[in-house]
């Protein structure tokens, strides 16, 4: 996001004449890729692993975070 972010902001004084709408575009894929990650890895921990009280961590969390 911090690349569309800068691409967006400067990408026509750098020669690239449809920043904007590429931008956008790469936007949504970021936002559908974060939708995605947001609901898959937790169910995939919840489904697939067998999971004890003793290994449990706030680091399982970490792959859904969005910065």
Known sequence: MTIVVGMART???YGIPHAL???VALWW????A???VSFVV???MFT???HA???LTAAW???IVRT
Do not use: E, I, K
């Open 11 to 13: 990408g026509t004084d």
């Open 21 to 23: 709408n590429v931008t």
């Open 29 to 32: 894929v970021a936002l559908v």
């Open 34 to 36: 974060s939708v995605l």
């Open 42 to 44: 937790p169910y995939v």
């Open 48 to 50: 697939r692993h067998n």
């Open 53 to 55: 009280h003793d290994t």
């Open 61 to 63: 969390m970490l792959p």
